[in-house]
C-alpha cells in the first residue's frame, strides 16, 4: 500500500490538489482498518471474557450486553436491552418504586462513578446472588458518556468474608464474654467501669455476688448440677439488670452486676434483696430441687475518686464480711467497714513482709508418753512477732495468709524449723526426736513440697520417720465423693516413711474405717473431745471404743489439749497416750527449748513405780496450773 502512495505521490507533484485528494483517501483506509481491527479485538474480549460486560447510558438503559452478563443473570439479551438493571436484576423486597427507578442518572464523580460495589440480585429462574459491579464513566467519540459495568458472581467471596466476620465477632464476644454464662467477663467488666469512671458521669454501684455453699453443691449432687445452679444465678442476675447495667462472671461462682447512676448505699441495698430473692427460687436438676442462695457484697465509687479494681476490692471486701455474718446476707461497703478494710491491708503489708523477709517465729510444744513420762517430740507451731513486741498466735493471722495465697511459704518455713530443731536436738542429748509440722493443703500439692523436703533431710542424713507431718482430718476425708489429690499424696508420704498424723481427728467426717485405706502413723485427738471428758461418760465410752481400735490397727492415738493432771491421770487409766497440753507444757520458744528439756530430764530423774504414781509425779512436776498457763500459746 505504501507503494502505491508513493506513485501517487510522484504523480501528483504537478498538481496540488490531487496530492491533498490522495491523502485524504490514505488516511481514511487507514483509519477504518484499525478501527475494524479494534472492533475485532472488542468482540474478541466481550465474547470471551469471563466477567460480565455492560454498556448503559447517563439513564441507566442497557445499550449492550456481552454473553457472560447474559449467563450471569440468567437472561436473554433481548429482555435486558433497553431497561435499567433496576427493573429486573434486584429482588422484589429491594427493587425501587418505578419513579425512583426512572430519576435515576449516573454523573461523573457521582456515587457510582470509578466504584467497586455489591448489590444482592436475582437471576431469571429467582435464585439470587452477589453482583459485584465495577463503574466507570467514558465519553464516546461522539461526544456522548456511556457508563461501562464489569460484573462477575461474588456469593463465595461474599460468604467467605460473612463466615469471617461471624468467626471475628464470636472471637470478641468470647474474648469479653464467659462462655457458659454469656454474661460480660471480668475484663469486660473492668472495661466498662472503667469507661463509665473516666467519664465524669454519675456514681457507680457494685453489687458482688457469691453462690453459698456452692462447693457442697458440686460435692454432693454433682459438677453438672453446679453448672446448673451456676447458669440459674446468672440468668437471676441478667434479670434484674435495668437499663445501662452490666451482668458479669468473674469466675467460678462470683458474679457481679454494675450499675451506673447509683449513688446512695440504701439504694443498693434494694438491688441486692431483688436479686436474693430472685436467686432464692429452687433450680429443678433431673427431678431435684436444689436450694440456692447467694451472699452479696456492695460498694459505690465516683469517677475520680478510684479504679474499677479498687471499686471491686472494697465489694469484696463486703462480701466477706457477708459470709462472716452467716451467708445469704448483704454488706455494703460503709464507713466503719472502711476503718477496717484500711486496719487489715496494713495487716496484709506487715504479714508479707514478715514471710517474705524470714520474721517468723516457732515455738515447740512437747508430747509425751503418758505411761512412761517419755519426751517424745515436738510439734512446730507459727507465731508472728508484732511491731508491739507481742508475738500473734497461729489464729490471729492463718485466715489473712490463707487469704493471701501465703499458707505454703508459711508451712515451709515451719518444716524447715522442725529440721533445724530436730538437728539441735540430736546433737545436745543423742536422740532422735519426732519434730512434727502441719501441712496445709497448699503446702501438700504445691509442686516443690516432696523436692525440698526430701532434699533438705537428705542434706542432714535424717531419717523421714522422725519428721511428722500432721494433716488435718477434714482434708483428707471431707464431705463428697471426691476428696481429691490429698490422699494420695498422703499415701506417697506415708511410703517415704515419713510419719503422717491426722489432726483434729474427732471434728470431722473421718472414722477410723477411712484409716485402714491410709497407712498413717497416728491420730491426734481433738480437744474439744478430750476437755472434760473425765466427767462425761459418753465421752469417756466413746474415747475408750477408739483407743481400743486404734491398738488394733497400729495407730497412735496422741491427745492434745491436756490441761489438767486429772485429765492426764484418767486417760492413762483408759491405756497408753500420747499427750500434749498445757499441763505438760505451753509451746516454747526455739531458744528455750534446750534449757526446757534438760531441766524437765533432772525433774524426773526418779520416777515413782506404776503408772499412776508417775501421771501423779508428772503433775506435780508441772508445778503449774492450766489457769496460769492459758495466755500463752
Known amino acids: 500500500m505504501l507503494g502505491a502512495i508513493a506513485q501517487d505521490w510522484a504523480l501528483a507533484t504537478a498538481g496540488g490538489t490531487t496530492l491533498l485528494a490522495l491523502a485524504a483517501l490514505a488516511l481514511a483506509t487507514l483509519r477504518t482498518r484499525r478501527w475494524k481491527r479494534e472492533g475485532e479485538y472488542a468482540t474478541l474480549v466481550s465474547c470471551h471474557a469471563n466477567d460480565g460486560l455492560v454498556i448503559q447510558d447517563l439513564n441507566g438503559r442497557i445499550l449492550w450486553v456481552n454473553e457472560a452478563y447474559c449467563r450471569l443473570m440468567g437472561r ?15 429482588p422484589p423486597e429491594l427493587t425501587p418504586p418505578r419513579e425512583e427507578i426512572a430519576a435515576f442518572r449516573y454523573t461523573r464523580g457521582g456515587p457510582y462513578d470509578g466504584r467497586v460495589l455489591r448489590f444482592r440480585n436475582r437471576r431469571g429462574d429467582g435464585t439470587e446472588f452477589w453482583n459485584e459491579i465495577g463503574v466507570s464513566l467514558h465519553r464516546m467519540r461522539d461526544g456522548t458518556e456511556r457508563a461501562v459495568l464489569v460484573c462477575r458472581d461474588a456469593t463465595e467471596q461474599v460468604g467467605r ?20 454464662t454469656g ?50 444465678v446468672a440468668d437471676m442476675i441478667a434479670a434484674s439488670a435495668r437499663g445501662t447495667d452490666l451482668s458479669a462472671r468473674l469466675g467460678g461462682d462470683e458474679f457481679v452486676l454494675v450499675c451506673p447512676g447509683i449513688g446512695d448505699l440504701s439504694v443498693l441495698d434494694e438491688r441486692a434483696a431483688e436479686i436474693a430473692v430472685r436467686v432464692s427460687r429452687p433450680v429443678d436438676w433431673q427431678g431435684r430441687k436444689i436450694g440456692c442462695s447467694v451472699s452479696i457484697g456492695g460498694a459505690l465509687a465516683w469517677p475520680g475518686d478510684i479504679t474499677p479494681e479498687e471499686v471491686l476490692v472494697r465489694s469484696d471486701v463486703a462480701l466477706y464480711e457477708a459470709k462472716r455474718q452467716g451467708r445469704g446476707r448483704t454488706r455494703l461497703y460503709d464507713e466503719d467497714l472502711h476503718a477496717r478494710h484500711v486496719l487489715q491491708q496494713t495487716k496484709t503489708d506487715q504479714l508479707r513482709r514478715a514471710i517474705g523477709e524470714r520474721r517468723l517465729a516457732f515455738s515447740f510444744q512437747p508430747t509425751v508418753d503418758l505411761a512412761t513420762g517419755e519426751v517424745r517430740g515436738f510439734e512446730t507451731l507459727v507465731r508472728w512477732p508484732s511491731g508491739e513486741g507481742r508475738e500473734l498466735a497461729p489464729g490471729a493471722f492463718l485466715h489473712l495468709a490463707r487469704d493471701l495465697g501465703l499458707m505454703a511459704e508459711i508451712d515451709f518455713a515451719a518444716m524447715e524449723a522442725a529440721i533445724r530443731m530436730h538437728v539441735r536436738l540430736f546433737e545436745a542429748t ?15 500439692v504445691h509442686r516443690h513440697f516432696f523436692t525440698r523436703l526430701s532434699r533438705r533431710l537428705a542434706q542432714d542424713g535424717i531419717d523421714p520417720r522422725y519428721i511428722a507431718i500432721e494433716v488435718i482430718e477434714t482434708v483428707l476425708f471431707g464431705p463428697g465423693d471426691d476428696p481429691g489429690p490429698y490422699p494420695g499424696i498422703v499415701l506417697d508420704l506415708c511410703q517415704m516413711g515419713f510419719s503422717v498424723l491426722l489432726d483434729d481427728f474427732g471434728t470431722g467426717y473421718a472414722g477410723l474405717g477411712h484409716l485402714a485405706t491410709l497407712p498413717v502413723t497416728g491420730v491426734k485427738l481433738d480437744r474439744s473431745l478430750i476437755a472434760g471428758f473425765e466427767r462425761d461418760a459418753t465421752r469417756r465410752e466413746i474415747i475408750r471404743a477408739l483407743h481400743s481400735l486404734s491398738e488394733r490397727i497400729g495407730v497412735t492415738m496422741v491427745a492434745e489439749g491436756i490441761e489438767t493432771g486429772t485429765t492426764a491421770v484418767e486417760l492413762g487409766r483408759i491405756g497408753p497416750f500420747v499427750a500434749q497440753g498445757y499441763w505438760i507444757a505451753p509451746p ?11 531441766g524437765r530430764t533432772i525433774a524426773g530423774d526418779a520416777p515413782p513405780p506404776g503408772r499412776d504414781r508417775r501421771l501423779r509425779h508428772l503433775a506435780a512436776e508441772a508445778g503449774e496450773s492450766a489457769d496460769r498457763r492459758a495466755g500463752t500459746g
Do not use: Q, Y
Open 161 to 180: 468474608e460473612t463466615a469471617l466476620r461471624r468467626a471475628h465477632s464470636e472471637v470478641e464476644f468470647m474474648a469479653r464474654h464467659d462462655p457458659m
Open 76 to 90: 436473554p439479551r433481548s429482555e435486558m436491552v433497553g431497561r435499567n438493571p433496576m427493573e429486573f436484576a434486584l
Open 430 to 444: 543423742g536422740r532422735r526426736m519426732v519434730l512434727a509440722f502441719n501441712a496445709s493443703p497448699e503446702l501438700l
Open 183 to 232: 454474661l460480660a467477663n471480668r475484663s469486660e467488666f473492668l472495661r466498662v467501669a472503667r469507661t463509665a469512671l473516666d467519664s465524669g458521669g454519675p456514681a457507680l454501684g457494685v453489687l458482688h455476688i457469691d453462690i453459698d455453699r456452692f462447693k457442697e453443691i458440686n460435692d454432693t449432687v454433682g459438677h453438672a448440677a453446679g453448672d446448673a445452679v451456676i447458669c440459674h
Open 588 to 598: 516454747i520458744p526455739e531458744a528455750e527449748v534446750l534449757a526446757w528439756l534438760e
